[in-house]
């Protein structure tokens, strides 16, 4: 018998679609897309709860195959090698349960070489930590890093807005500050939640020709 028939489930190659989905910075529904599946189909094969067809399951490995080999590129000076752009998550607001974005986002994305895994990117909203980060830029951060004395990290402050600060500590205690002098120091209170630890910022510059 087939494995088709005895809906025998390879566990194995179900965390490895998940993964890769993951680091290609594809929703459930945008990778279902792919395959013509739908959401709820694609979170089965994740869980094993669902053996792929014969046919899907060549057409997923052949994804998989590309997507490890795109993963570098050949410049033309000696055959070395690098990293090709991440498709990041782009948020306004950093939800409390942030490991599910990876998951459900289907909103805008960025493309961003080399970019660390699992990691957002959080649209700056004002000008608190500039001229560093300005508004408009984007900060990429992790959530999996413990935030120490002069990170500069995503919170969500007591109004339940994500803001950029950098973490201080002075006699104990710590303090949001700001690199603007035009924006005070917040000493946080137990409302005020670190989401992550920014590990870089993009900036949008336009580009007129000519000019």
Known sequence: ???????????????????????AGLSQERFGKLFEISKGYV?????GQRSPSVLLKKEIKQWLESELSSKTIETPFGGSTMEVC???PVL??????IAQELSEHTGEYLAVPGAPKDCFALRVHGEAMAPIIRHGDYVLF??????????????????????????????GDFFLVSENP?????KP???????????????????????
């Open 182 to 186: 035009n924006y005070p120091a917040v």
């Open 142 to 171: 992790v959530i999996d890093r413990v935030a120490r004395q002069g990170d500069v990290v995503v919170v969500n402050d007591d109004f339940g807005d994500s803001i950029i600060r950098k973490l201080k500590e002075k006699k």
């Open 86 to 88: 991440c498709q990041i």
């Open 43 to 47: 979170l089965m094969l994740e869980n």
């Open 1 to 23: 018998m087939s494995n088709d028939k005895l809906n025998i489930v390879d566990f194995e190659f179900a965390a490895e679609i998940k993964k890769a989905r993951l680091k």
């Open 189 to 211: 209170n137990e409302e005020y939640k670190i989401m992550g630890v920014v590990v870089d910022v993009w900036r949008r510059i336009p580009f007129k020709p000519g000019q």
């Open 92 to 97: 306004d607001r950093v939800p409390s349960g």
